[in-house]
Every structure is written in C-alpha cells, then in structure tokens.
C-alpha cells in the first residue's frame, strides 16, 4: 500500500495523464457546433429552399454565427415568387434563451440586387432574428444570390 509523497505523486502523474490525453482528443478532433436554428424562411416570397437560415454555437468560444442564404447552394441567383416594397421587415426565426444577445446584433448592410436595394439581418435580444429587405424593394424579376452572416459571443 503506498502513502505519503508518493501516493500524492501517483495521483498527481495519473490526473495529468487524463489531462493529456483529453488535451490530445480536443486537438485532433475539437468540438463540434451545435446547430440552434436551421429552417427555410421568406417563403412567402422565395421558394422552398432558396431562402435558408442556420445558426451555430460553438462550445469552446460561446460564438453564435448566423447566415441566412438567399441562392442555390450552388450560388446561383434565384428569383423572388412575390415583389415586395421597400424596407420590407419581417420575422424568420426565433433563437433560444440561452442563445440570445444581449443588445440587437446585425449584420453589414449590403445590396441584395442589382442595381442595389440594401438589406441585413438583425438578431434582437428578444431572440427574434429579423431581415430587413430592400432599401427599394424586390420585383420578381431580380436575380439574388447573397449571403448574409453576424457573429455574437454569449456572455453573461
């Protein structure tokens, strides 16, 4: 039976070798995302599948990243089914508590068609992720292909 300085010392050598090998597994193989939001969305305006949003955690940074794609996955440009007028701002989604920010978050504004009718996501504290659509709006005949993205830490 061993005691003293060096059981401690087995014990100490045992615990850094869980450690290691724990350190070694996050390095190979890190730690998956957790996918918290991933629907089509605007289908009132864009067909089924044209119009995707995904959020991800990641564990290890408290990072939130959500996109919202407007296109094929292949990047093509898709028409919109419906015009809308400007400044078009509805509801996609909503984020789970615990994924929420703590003051409204958005994403850079940029044009969405060409000749370029400005528009962003925004996600709010209440957990709703909003898309503003359009400084002039979308006819029918506008082909789209863009790609919104923010990022927020979770910090509380």
């Known amino acids: 039976q061993q005691g003293g300085y060096a059981g401690t010392a087995s014990t100490i050598y045992e615990m850094a070798s869980g450690a290691q090998s724990s ?13 918290v939001v991933s629907q089509n969305v605007l289908t009132g305006y864009f067909a089924n599948g044209d119009c995707v949003l995904t959020a991800y955690y990641s564990p290890i940074s408290r990072m939130i ?35 929420r920010p703590t003051a409204a978050v958005q994403a850079p504004t940029q ?23 359009g400084s002039s709006g979308l006819s029918t005949s506008a082909s789209i292909n863009a790609t919104f993205q923010t990022s927020y830490f979770i910090v509380r």
């Not at 350190?23 to 996918?35: C, D, H, K, W």
């Not at 919109?80 to 789970?96: D, Q």
């Not at 969405?112 to 659509?133: A, Y």
């Open 23 to 35: 350190i070694t597994s996050l390095q190979s193989t890190g730690v998956a995302p957790i996918q």
């Open 65 to 99: 990243h959500v996109m919202l794609r407007i296109g094929t996955p292949e990047g093509t440009g898709v028409n919109p089914t419906k015009a809308y007028s400007a400044n078009l701002s509805t509801r996609m989604a909503t984020i789970a508590e615990q994924y």
């Open 111 to 133: 044009p969405i068609s060409d000749p370029g009718s400005l528009s962003n996501i925004l996600v709010m504290p209440t957990g709703e992720i909003k898309f503003w659509g």
